[in-house]
């Protein structure tokens, strides 16, 4: 490997430098100090990149971006315009990737631990507790009073149920923070204000629905919603909605029981449903295979919009998969591609009606596709929900062939066969 310029301090041939990593080396880099640098200069610019790209996927790339970038910078090498927002956007995307997962990953434990909210709801007195309680259940029903409201003509009756609501949200948070606090002596602009410096004082982000809602919620105009056009109180029945529906997550009225409680019920339910799931996987993965599922097949000509692969696609419909034209003792075979030992044949009918049209019909195998057998005969009807089952106990054959004994339809919902390879 080829060296690069010394600095003024170092001898050409100086051994002060440290292990390389990905084809650099380098001594204090970032330091007053900085010396020795070795760079691949014989590596082309395009190649550099793509290296670098690669690089830039693992989340250690985060932790030497500075270390790449000062490299370059003090081995005189400069990289496109293009190239530079490549490296500095993938190390953007990954960070907010991180912090992404980091959220989610918090709020999945919070939803089933509940500590924030237990932690919050401890610090809460007796009293304090049930002023916090009876704003938030008084929020719930000017809430649930406004979503009645569906009509136009009932905007502004809805805009001020939820002006009612927004506010009572807005004295339960300050509540939370103050039990002492005046609620009923402030007025809507300083209710808003102490409801902003509170909000700021948690570290949240305002959605901007609750900054367009503030506007709104502080007309001085009584008749403000009585004057607003169809399209213009939909809209502002909207961004309310979601505001109030916002603060409502930020108001915890339950008390350290009730918590107990939505604590093991999610936890219960969750346990449940993963057992559910899989059980459900089980079976999915260790359930007989359906050996006709998608296999060749030949039938008598077909009608009304189906083909014979039709009867072996997996699918029932309710109406049917196959149906062939009127004629002498019309037919359905299936090639299973291979000798199997089959256990259990099911002959699903049409799910409509007319379920008497393919009988009698007789099931028929063979191992090589020309001289067939008869195993057994249908002269009831059957349909897709009640459907022909023959337990054919170790029956060993490749083709199974479906005939009606008459001049007749054919007329198929689906046919499945399982079994297992013959030995």
């Not at 900054?211 to 607003?228: N, T, V, W």
């Not at 339910?269 to 296999?295: E, G, I, N, Y």
């Not at 054959?397 to 499945?416: P, S």
Request: charged share 25%; aromatic share 8%.
């Amino acid at each position: 490997m080829r060296t690069g310029p010394t600095c003024s301090r170092c001898k050409p041939r100086c051994q002060c430098t440290l292990p390389s990593r990905n084809g650099v080396s380098r001594r204090n880099i970032g330091s007053e100090r900085a010396s020795c640098l070795r760079f691949p200069f014989s590596t082309s610019l395009p190649s550099f990149e793509a290296q670098a790209r690669r690089s830039l996927r693992n989340t250690a790339c985060l932790r030497s971006l500075e270390i790449v970038t000062e490299v370059l910078h003090l081995a005189h090498v400069k990289l496109p315009a293009l190239s530079l927002q490549a490296i500095h956007g993938c190390s953007k995307t990954l960070a907010v990737t991180r912090t992404l997962l980091a959220e989610i990953r918090g709020n999945v434990r919070e939803f089933f631990l509940l500590e924030q909210a237990e932690r919050q709801s401890s610090k809460f007195t007796a009293s304090q507790r049930k002023s916090v309680r009876a704003h938030y259940d008084a929020a719930k029903r000017r809430l649930f009073a406004a979503k009645t409201l569906c009509e136009p003509s009932d905007a502004p009756s809805g805009l001020l149920l939820y002006r009612e609501a927004w506010f009572c949200l807005t004295r339960a948070i300050l509540l939370s923070d103050d039990e002492h606090v005046d609620v009923v002596q402030l007025s809507p602009d300083i209710a808003l204000a102490k409801l902003a410096r509170a909000l700021e004082g948690r570290n949240l982000t305002v959605p901007p629905d609750v900054e367009y809602a503030k506007g709104l919620l502080i007309a001085a105009d009584p008749l403000a919603f009585d004057r607003l056009s169809a399209e213009e109180a939909a809209r502002n029945v909207d961004a309310i909605d979601a505001a109030t529906l916002w603060l409502f997550g930020l108001v915890e009225a339950r008390s350290p029981r009730q918590l107990k409680r939505t604590r093991v019920t999610r936890q219960a339910l969750t346990a449940v449903f993963a057992c559910a799931l899989a059980l459900s996987m089980a079976m999915r993965v260790f359930a007989p295979k359906d050996l006709a599922l998608h296999k060749p097949v030949q039938a008598t000509p077909a009608g009304y919009e189906t083909t014979a692969n039709g009867a072996v696609d997996g699918e029932k419909n309710g109406r049917f998969g196959f149906h062939s034209e009127e004629t002498d003792s019309p037919f359905l075979r299936i090639d299973l591609e291979k000798v199997f030992s089959v256990k259990t044949i099911k002959v699903f009918g049409r799910g409509d009606c007319c379920f008497d049209q393919s009988i009698p019909l007789a099931l028929e195998v063979s191992t090589d596709g020309v001289s067939f057998r008869k195993i057994a005969e249908r002269t009831v009807p059957f349909s897709e929900a009640d459907p022909w089952v023959v337990d054919a106990g170790a029956l060993v054959t490749r083709f199974v062939r479906l005939r009606v004994e008459r001049r007749a339809y054919l007329v198929l919902g689906e046919v499945e066969v399982y079994g297992k390879l013959a030995k």
